[in-house]
Structure formats: C-alpha cells, structure tokens
Nanobody, 124 residues
Framework: QVQLVESGGGLVQAGGSLRLSCAAS????????MAWFRQVPGEEREIVAA????????YYVDAVKGRFTISRDNAKNTVYLQMDSLKPEDAAVYYC?????????????????WGQGTQVTVSS
C-alpha cells in the first residue's frame, strides 16, 4: 500500500510560479512511475506530467511544455511539479498518482495510488 500526500497548492497571479510536492509512504518509491493529473469541475481528470520510475523518461501535455517540470527525490520519497508562467487555464485540483514499475501511462485508470489533491488557483 502506498499513501500519497500532495502539498504546495494555493492562489497565484498569472505569470507566477508554484511548486507542488507529493510525499509517498513506503520503501520502494524508486520503483514507481509517478504522474501529476489535474481536474476541473465537469471535466475528466487529465494527465499533466509523468516521470518513469527509471528517471529516464518524462512526459508533458502540450499545454504545459516549457512551463512545468516534473522531478523526483528518491531519498525523500517525493515527487515535485514546478509550475512556472502559470495561466488562468492551469487552475484545477492537482493530483499525484503512482504505478508500480510501469511505463508512463496517460489514462488515470492505469495508476494504482492517488493523493487527495491540492487546489491551484490562478488569478488573471
């Protein structure tokens, strides 16, 4: 069982930055492919970024390429999402998710564990 706890959300002006953190429990964090999803009311949860467990492969949805960076610190069992140049359309609840020793997957159904979410609000 893996528990994920997100933090770092909040209110920021357009053009600003936030760094989300996701702390994971367990001793095999380095074996998990990690991803960040986001969801706005009435819409499906969409993948934003992902990092393969090997650390060699990343994925970003086109809308955030060049602005968001996913990274991980295996010693701290934590994955991060650095969000720069935020836009109002980035506002959502952000969730981190994990899947064991898997390739990067784009559907939420492929991930086994989820955090509770953290709200990101971007004012224009």
């Amino acid at each position: 069982q893996v528990q994920l706890v997100e933090s770092g959300g909040g209110l920021v002006q357009a053009g600003g930055s936030l760094r989300l953190s996701c702390a994971a429990s367990g001793r095999t964090f380095n074996m998990y492919t990690m991803a960040w999803f986001r969801q706005v009311p009435g819409e499906e949860r969409e993948i934003v970024a992902a990092l393969k467990w090997t650390g060699t492969t990343t994925y970003y949805v086109d809308a955030v390429k060049g602005r968001f960076t996913i990274s991980r610190d295996n010693a701290k069992n934590t994955v991060y999402l650095q969000m720069d140049s935020l836009k109002p359309e980035d506002a959502a609840v952000y969730y981190c998710a994990s899947r064991y020793a898997g390739v990067i997957a784009y559907s939420q159904r492929e991930y086994d564990y989820w955090g509770q979410g953290t709200q990101v609000t971007v004012s224009s």
